[in-house]
């Protein structure tokens, strides 16, 4: 009895630690278990992860190699459609300091595959929910941090010939401040940046939004640059039953969104842009004809001292309409064409405070003159 009360904290304290080895070994099993029969049971899906690994001291857990199945409900045939090497799942630490306990998330090599009827992006959008609900079991806290490290996204078509699989590769994504931990005063607290290789070129995003609103609210720029057409002709010969011989090509565009309607343009610009080659000799004649027009059509249309092709498309509306202007459409590529060439850069002219203002004062050009309805007509 003496012996037990005078080491009795040292034995309290060896079974407290005895204890904690334990759960700390089968708790991995445990979640490891619990997750597999979660993603087993998303609706329309199936997945599985190899393991998980948890980091008790710094509150996080890592995912590793998990991957989720688009499953078809009649010949519950499987299609690829998430991976990743690993999910690294934990908690911010200086929110703690604004009184806010969220979390982070961490992608490390993941791949996204959407393949036409079979995973396409309206239909992966309506299963979110089930989506939703597997990753708030996951990770139970707000997501204040999220980080896709070498990413991937695809999107293929195996109904077409040649088949189509165009992607984008090492891609980078960083969201901050997500929950709005910090700057709660700023009407677009949250950021958005994202940079990806796409066929040579480079893609880059920049965004500004509200990730608490109710509506969308945003600011964003993005642009891709110098991608080579050439490394795109299964898509082009796919799709447009063309494909080119030299050519790079560039996207700009901006969007502004606040209290349901948005306002941007998307401007593309074709440099170099060489249809027919010497391999076109072995082609048919009627698709050798249609690759003449294209390519006759194309140098019609381009700027001869800048040697692109290029136009810029005004987009507006609200959430439920959209309007393209196209006339305003029309006049650019004209005008890139045969007064001055667009330059291939963002215009800076589209920012939140924007959305619910028009231009005032702007001129109409000749074609919106032309397709404009005459007031008191077709009334």
């Not at 995973?119 to 979110?128: L, R």
Request: glycine share 6%.
């Amino acid at each position: 009895m003496i012996f037990f009360k005078k080491y009795k904290k040292t034995a309290i304290v060896s079974i407290v630690i005895i204890c904690l080895i334990v759960i700390r070994l089968i708790l991995p099993t445990i979640v490891l278990r619990y997750a597999n029969k979660a993603l087993a049971n998303i609706d329309g899906y199936y997945g599985h992860v190899d393991d998980i690994g948890l980091s008790i001291y710094r509150g996080a857990y890592q995912i590793n190699d998990i991957y989720i199945n688009k499953v078809d409900s009649a010949t519950k045939e499987q299609t690829h459609f998430f991976t990743s090497k690993n999910v690294n799942l934990s908690i911010e630490w200086l929110p703690l300091f604004h009184g806010k306990l969220v979390g982070k998330l961490v992608f490390n090599s993941p791949q996204l595959i959407f393949t036409k009827n079979k995973t396409e992006i309206g239909k992966v959008a309506k299963d979110t929910n089930d989506f939703r609900k597997i990753l708030k079991s996951f990770m139970p806290l707000k997501v204040n941090h999220f980080e896709v490290n070498n990413g991937s996204i695809h999107y293929v078509d195996g109904t077409t010939n040649p088949k189509v699989d165009i992607f984008l590769t090492d891609a980078h994504i960083v969201a901050q401040n997500l929950t709005n931990v910090v700057n709660k005063e700023q009407e677009l607290p949250s950021a958005v940046t994202a940079t990806a290789n796409i066929y040579s070129g480079t893609l880059s995003l920049d965004m500004k939004l509200d990730g608490l609103a109710i509506n969308p609210t945003f600011d964003l720029n993005a642009e891709i640059k110098n991608t080579n057409l050439v490394l795109l002709n299964d898509f082009l010969q796919a799709y447009g039953s063309v494909d080119v011989n030299r050519g790079t090509f560039g996207l700009y565009t901006e969007f502004a969104s606040k209290d349901g309607k948005y306002k941007g343009y998307v401007k593309p610009i074709i440099h170099d842009l060489k249809v027919l080659g010497p391999k076109d000799k072995k082609d048919d004649l009627l698709h050798l004809a249609w690759e003449a027009l294209v390519g006759g059509v194309a140098d019609v249309f381009k700027n001869q001292g800048k040697d692109q092709l290029a136009t810029k498309v005004p987009i507006e509306g609200d959430t439920k309409t959209a309007q393209t202007n196209i006339p305003e459409t029309v006049w650019e590529l004209l005008r890139n064409a045969f007064i001055q060439a667009l330059v291939p850069t963002i215009d800076n002219q589209i920012n939140i405070n924007s959305v619910n203002n028009s231009q005032p004062d702007k001129k109409p050009t000749i074609l919106q003159k032309v397709f404009s309805k005459k007031k008191g007509t077709h009334q």
